[in-house]
């Protein structure tokens, strides 16, 4: 399955000692995450992992695999609204 793959791939490609480095000014007064936005992503990803591979686990529901479907549709609203070009934003 894709989402067991995944997992390990992440776990085996993001270093704890790594992702938990810490930088600090040079009084040492004030300490960061060195790698802020490597951490960023990690977490993501991790709080995110449930609902990643949602149209794999439930193939019932022949759901699409991406948003493409759904991008098509703004997509043609926003043509839409360009069209209205003489209204003002309130009444668009």
Do not use: I
């Not at 930088?23 to 004030?30: H, I, L, M, P």
């Not at 992503?41 to 529901?61: H, M, R, V, W």
């Amino acid at each position: 399955m894709l989402k067991n793959r995944f997992t390990l791939l992440r776990h085996s490609y993001f270093n704890p000692l790594y992702l938990n480095e810490v930088s600090c000014n040079e009084d040492g007064t004030q300490k960061w995450y060195t790698h802020k936005k490597l951490r960023n992503a990690y977490n993501s990803l991790k709080c995110n992992l449930p609902y990643l591979f949602t149209s794999e686990q439930n193939k019932e529901l022949c759901m699409p695999n991406t948003t493409n479907m759904l991008e098509g549709k703004f997509g043609e609203l926003k043509t839409k609204k360009r069209c209205h070009a003489g209204m003002n934003e309130e009444t668009k």
